[in-house]
């Protein structure tokens, strides 16, 4: 695979982690369970650094293969930006030491507790690169990200997810299995589209477009995989909204 050359002393996020300005760090490093307003938590600069980060890797990404189409592209993106990731790319850059300064006092067991969440650490990753955008602008930050990320996407290219695998797995946790429908077949076999739809008990949870059979039902999945992280979001606001501003969050 073509890599993209790296300019001598171009920064990563490790690096931007370190300057960045101290309201904007220790927001970067605050859970909302440590704060009595969630606005002054790291969520709000995770949502803003989730669109610098799928843009920056999309901006590299695309001159580099000129021959992938969106398809191929966006999935190659979405497992590079995948939460697992973004988990390992905080470990990397050194999150849990610096979470573990930033705990309010008598938090510690708490930091600790929170570091063996994916989810956590994935969102404190987007929260420093929304943080360094605010910081630093667009171009600096997208180059961190990218020179930080590079590992992960030549993983992605070399080594793409067979996410009916991934989806199986999800919902075997739940006792659930999937089952792929084709919705539709249309064109000459040489230019064929199909329409698979992935179901569970009936009930549709995602439906992908590919020239085949088998690339349809693997975007399928992969919408559907979409579709449960969504739900899972849905049920952690919820559970905060009925338990309280105060209840620590998951």
Known sequence: MPRRSRPEGEESLRELLGQLPEELRAQALTHASWVEHRAESYE???????????????TDLFPR??????????????QAVSGASCARIALG???????????????????????????VLASICEAIIGAAYLA???????????????????????????????LQERLARRAEVVVYRIDSEQGPAHDRSCVAVAEVDGQELGRGEGKTKKGAEQEAALQALDALDRDLRLDVELDHHEAGPDAPRR
């Open 136 to 166: 630093f602008g667009f171009e600096r930050t997208a180059a961190a990200v990218v020179r930080s990320f590079a590992g992960e996407v030549e993983d992605a290219l070399k080594h793409p997810v067979d996410y009916k695998s991934v």
């Open 44 to 58: 709000r600069l995770a949502f803003l650094g989730d669109v610098v980060l799928s843009l920056a890797v999309s």
């Open 93 to 119: 850059i050194g999150v849990p030491e610096k979470l573990r300064e930033a705990a309010p006092e008598g938090e510690g067991r708490s930091a600790d507790m929170l570091l063996d969440s994916e989810r």
């Open 65 to 78: 293969f000129e021959s992938y189409g969106a398809g191929r592209l966006t999935k190659v993106r979405a």
